[in-house]
């Protein structure tokens, strides 16, 4: 924790970009510590905007730097601005009123290391994971009564999403990408973990980390800070991820700090006898020759591994077996990480046609293929995915990728992909989605490219029938197309 920042020093801050899920989780924390909190941003959409107004965060759309002065004519000067990361630009006039106007302006990145960050540090890193990890295990440690301060990249469905409290105890997602637009630094460089979770690495942000030597030095210098044996450190990681075991099994690493590892077999946590339903999943966790019987109502068998890895540092830290599963056991997961919009079951109240929805967080083919895979294990019908990339996924390097990324399902449809802010002089463009389904289509006999959403939803609403499953697969929020093929399918 930075000792120089006092939460009772705060008095009023303004949040440039409050419409993402990170600004607007530390925001709301903020607010609930009596500080005064607002925000602007270049639009608002539900869930977040329902948060923000729910939790009484005031907020206004646009950038106006007026409403700023008026502020500061006011005497209510704001301590900082907290901007939105990389999507806030160095010209955008707010911004620009605060350096005119010596109001300090700080990343959420950088407000999280000044303010959540705590002397027992864990941070969940990885290449995927990391959200599911870091909200279930900050619920875990708030159900056991240890009350962290905690942050997540995700919308949890069972707590809020950031808490700022006077806990010893924090627990982060810890992004491997850039801070903001001027600060190319990971953000995980700036959460000091003293418990580092590790579930994974894998190449991914080519736009960032352009080859896959660079991704993984990030890595390894993170593992590299962490505190020693002897000090309290302690390293948990995925022994089944051979990116982890390069990062985490270098000689000086295990030799000088703790390192706990989990994974299918042969490992201090091992997890077996999968059973996945349409319902959750129940499996078996073996720890010190015991075993533990876990349910959870999270679907995808990926999450196994993301649960067990909860479980493990949860145990590790000290939270009793039984806490943990229990928790395990009522936690109902994150929005976005194969989150059920609409259920097409016989007993669903809005089954409508009978079709599921789902909305997942996968923008990358990584992610996406085992999203589907995931669906498939469960749904024995057809699957029809909309997917659209990040931008790491755009780039050129990451075509190879896409081979066969989507065996799972039947028909892929490609979306016109929302603009993103790309430097003019860049000679390497990234890929559109008419060039992205000519790739696709080397390994997939059925992708089109719709260049219009709302035909592309009519043609995936006539595409579906009783049983099948309709898959978003993105990082954005697909402008409202999700919303528009439940409404569809329900009447």
């Known amino acids: 924790m930075n000792e120089n920042a006092k939460i009772s020093d705060i008095k009023r801050i303004h949040v440039v970009g409050i419409c993402g899920v990170a600004t607007s989780a530390l925001a709301i924390a903020f607010h609930k510590k009596g500080i005064k909190v607002t925000g602007s941003d270049k639009g608002f959409y539900p869930p977040v905007s329902t948060y923000l107004s729910d939790a009484g965060v005031p907020y206004y759309a646009g950038w ?63 290449t995927w994971g ?3 990890i870091s909200s279930l295990l900050s619920y875990i440690m708030i159900n056991a009564g240890l009350t962290p301060s905690y942050f997540s990249g995700g919308l949890s469905l069972s707590h809020p999403t950031g808490e700022l409290t006077d806990s010893e105890w924090s627990v982060v997602e810890g992004d491997e990408y850039q801070t903001a637009i001027w600060d190319k630094k990971p953000k995980f460089a700036y959460y000091a973990p003293t418990h580092l979770l590790l579930t994974s690495v894998s190449w991914d942000h080519a736009d960032l980390y352009p080859t896959e030597k660079e991704y993984f030095a990030a890595f390894e210098k993170l593992v590299s800070e962490i505190p020693e044996k002897a000090k309290g450190g302690m390293i948990l990681y995925c022994k089944d991820n051979e990116g982890a075991k390069k990062v985490v099994e270098e000689k000086k690493v295990l030799e000088t700090k703790k390192t706990v590892t989990y994974g299918k077999l042969d490992a201090d946590y091992t997890y077996s006898n999968i059973k996945p339903s349409r319902n959750g999943l129940t499996f078996t966790i073996t720890h010190a020759g015991k075993d533990y019987e876990i349910k959870t109502p999270m679907l995808g068998r990926f999450n196994v591994e993301n649960v067990t890895a909860c479980f493990a540092m949860a145990i590790e830290i000290g939270i009793i077996p039984e806490s943990a599963i229990s928790s395990i056991l009522k936690f109902k997961g994150i ?14 109240a809005r089954a409508g046609k009978k079709v599921t929805v789902f909305d997942c967080h996968a923008p990358t083919p ?9 669906i498939r294990e469960v749904y024995d019908k057809k699957i029809i995915a909309i997917f659209e990339p990040n931008i790491g996924g755009r780039q050129r390097e990451s ?17 016109h992909f929302t603009k993103v802010k790309i430097d003019p002089n860049e000679k390497n463009r990234p890929l559109e989605g008419d060039e992205l389904t000519k790739y696709i289509s080397k390994t997939h006999k059925d992708v089109r490219y719709i260049d219009d959403d709302e035909k592309i939803i009519e043609t995936a609403v006539s595409l579906v029938n009783e049983g099948d499953c309709l898959v978003f697969l993105g990082s954005h929020g ?11 399918l329900e009447n």
């Open 130 to 132: 990391k959200t599911s």
């Open 478 to 488: 697909f402008r409202g197309m999700i919303e528009d093929a439940v409404k569809k």
């Open 366 to 374: 990584e992610k996406a293929s085992s999203s589907i895979e995931s």
């Open 399 to 415: 075509i190879s990728m896409y081979d066969n990324a989507f065996k799972d399902a039947d028909i892929i449809l490609i979306p």
């Open 335 to 348: 929005r976005r990480r194969l989150e059920k919009r609409l259920d097409g079951d016989e007993n669903s």
């Open 64 to 126: 106006h730097p007026e409403k700023l002065a008026e502020l500061v004519q006011a005497g209510e000067k704001p301590d900082f601005i907290m901007t939105g990361g990389i999507g806030t630009s160095l010209t955008n006039p707010e911004f620009l009123f605060a350096k005119e106007n010596n109001i300090p302006v700080y990343a959420w990145a950088t407000v999280l290391n000044k303010f959540f960050i705590k002397n027992k540090s864990i941070v969940v890193t990885g």
